[in-house]
């Protein structure tokens, strides 16, 4: 015997809570299937947690420089411990926040994993669910190949149950994970080395982002066109490196995997004849519908945009598309943002050599802006960048509260802005939403402060 929905949902992340609630409200009978912690990756072991501990490095930093600002302090002491019982503090709360949230939309739980049992069918724990349609949010694990298994190395889904900080650590990627983590560590007081296999940190974001930032992390070594070809130990651990320069040894107390992650395709799926990616991921079209009517795949799963408020917006397309509405998913100007520091956050399209050529830049560096001179804080700077038509069309920030400013510019890019109609509205004084402004009118000629 099986119970009747109007909507499944597999998964209780960003992507799949966001649907439940939302099919909810909208008069569905709705059930989610979760075998984990609600919240998925972003809320246990993803976003949330590198940002509780990013909080406590950043505070960290500010009482280290308190002298600047008149104020002694003694040195100060980390206790790790306490960091890790705060984070799992604030996880606690934000998973059972979202569990709340779905009893409280009269979304049925199950509290287990669940596969595809056929067309219509999802099988949760020893129930059977018939469903009128099917939404797959299962989400992504870390890539860990043969060469770094069955050895003690950390991914995300190991490294936030540390309870201890080890002396050297060496990172595997530098990407957005591995240069927020690379940041994390080494603020508190980690001996870090970054291993990138491509030619520069950062590789998905422009090279003026990457140089300056490789500037700055002096105090973690980096290894850049860099491939680990063996690995020996299981902590302390020995890394053969191929570089350009030749072959490197880098000894190191723990080693860290941050190389990206790989969807997690619940069974049943390819039986009933999903179509899978390159990327390993489910194929979709424009309303998250993938080659089987009826069965929708949103977040990590498809293997494509691994954000989780790319996921959430997914999830509101898939939704109004199974009750009737019709709009596509526009995956245009998806802002990024990285929580290093200086913060580093950008959108837009990168401009084409030809396009760079007819277009105009304007940049502004954050030393030269009033508010960062009270806050003591010099690295970083804004550049935005037009079209030949005068249209904005990418815009990166280096600096403090950069991923919170990125918004404004955002709005600006996909609203198609001009630098004029950027700056027809007014910037407050002093702000850190001045670098916008500065930069425009940099761009513009018309800048009266730039240095």
């Not at 390159?278 to 089987?292: A, C």
Request: charged content about 20%.
């Amino acid at each position: 015997m099986f119970e009747i929905y109007d909507l499944v949902v597999i998964g209780a992340g960003p992507g799949g809570y966001t649907a439940a609630i939302l099919a909810a409200r909208k008069g569905l009978k709705v059930a989610i299937a979760e075998g984990s912690s609600f919240g998925g990756t972003c809320t246990n072991t993803g976003c949330i947690p590198t940002k509780a501990y990013i909080e406590s490095a950043a505070l960290l930093a500010k009482i280290r420089e308190a002298e600047k600002f008149g104020i002694r302090v003694e040195k100060p002491t980390v206790d790790f411990a306490r960091i890790k019982a705060r984070k799992d503090r604030v996880v606690a709360r934000l998973s059972k926040g979202v569990e709340y949230l779905l009893k409280q939309n009269r979304v049925d739980i199950f509290s287990c994993t669940a596969d595809i049992a056929g067309p219509g069918l999802v099988t949760a724990g020893d129930k059977l669910l018939k469903a009128g349609h099917i939404i797959i949010a299962t989400g992504s694990n870390p890539k860990r190949p043969r060469l770094f298994a069955e050895r003690g190395i950390w991914t995300s889904d190991e490294v936030f149950e540390v309870t201890e900080l080890p002396e050297s650590l060496a990172i595997i990627g530098a990407g957005v994970i591995g240069m927020e983590m690379a940041h994390l560590f080494s603020t508190l007081g980690v001996e870090v080395t970054l291993i990138e296999a491509l030619d520069r940190i950062l590789p998905l974001e422009e090279e003026h982002i990457s140089s300056y930032m490789t500037k700055l992390m002096r105090k973690i070594r980096i290894h850049t066109s860099a491939r680990v070809t063996h690995v020996e130990g299981t902590g302390p651990y020995s890394l053969s490196l191929d570089t350009p320069e030749g072959g490197r040894t880098v000894d190191v107390h723990k080693v860290f995997l941050c190389i990206g992650r790989q969807p997690r395709i619940p069974a049943g799926c390819q039986e009933i004849g999903l179509a899978l990616n390159d990327y390993g991921g489910i194929v979709v079209d424009g309303h998250l519908e993938t080659s089987v009517p009826g069965v929708y795949a949103i977040g990590d799963v498809t293997g494509e945009y691994m954000y989780a408020y790319v996921a959430s917006r997914e999830a509101a397309v898939a939704v109004d598309h199974i009750t009737g509405s019709g709009e596509n998913m526009s995956y245009r100007n998806i802002p990024s943002a990285i929580f290093t520091r200086p913060e580093v956050a950008s959108v837009g399209s990168t401009p084409s050599p030809e396009e760079s050529a007819g277009g105009r830049t304007g940049t502004f560096p954050l030393s030269a802006l009033g508010r960062a001179r009270t806050m003591e804080e010099n690295d970083g700077y804004a550049r935005i960048t037009t079209s030949p038509e005068g249209v904005i069309t990418r815009v990166s920030i280096v600096g403090p509260h950069a991923t919170d400013l990125i918004s404004t510019a955002a709005l600006a890019v996909d609203q198609g802005l001009t630098a004029e109609q950027f700056l027809a509205s007014y910037f407050p004084h002093p702000t850190l939403a001045e670098i916008l402004k500065e930069a425009a009118e940099d761009l513009l000629g018309t800048n009266v402060h730039h240095p």
